[in-house]
């Protein structure tokens, strides 16, 4: 079992910055892929952009390149998702997800073993 807690949101103004956190406990941080997802009101959650264990490989979302940046720490045992110049459209809930399947880019949430509970992130006009 993999226990995910999400930090790091809040209010911000358009064209602010946030750095979101994901810290795991449970088992090898760098035994999996890692993901985040969001999901705004009314809407179905939407995949943002995922890491392999060593982050060899990244993928992200048409709408966040260039804006945002994932990383992680194994040591650590921590995800991050760097946004910057946002936008209100990217007010939701982000949520990190943890794969098994390590060395796999994972795009659709089915393939996600684990998930975190999400952090608000609201930015404002």
């Known amino acids: 079992q993999v226990q995910l807690i999400e930090s790091g949101g809040g209010l911000v103004q358009a064209g602010g910055s946030l750095r979101l956190s994901c810290t795991a406990s449970?088992?090898?941080?760098?035994?999996?892929?890692m993901g985040w997802f969001r999901q705004a009101p009314g809407k179905e959650r939407t995949f943002v952009s995922a890491?392999?264990?060593?982050?060899?490989?990244?993928v992200y979302a048409n709408f966040v390149k260039g804006r945002f940046t994932i990383s992680r720490d194994n040591a650590k045992n921590t995800v991050y998702l760097q946004m910057n110049s946002l936008k209100p459209e990217d007010t939701a809930v982000y949520y990190c997800?943890?794969?098994?399947?390590?060395?796999?880019?994972?795009?659709?949430?089915?393939?996600?073993?684990?998930w975190g509970q999400g952090t608000q992130v609201t930015v404002s006009s």
């Open positions: 449970g088992r090898t941080f760098s035994n999996y892929a």
């Open positions: 997800a943890a794969a098994r399947l390590r060395n796999e880019i994972h795009l659709t949430g089915v393939e996600y073993d684990y």
């Open positions: 890491i392999t264990w060593n982050g060899g490989r990244i």
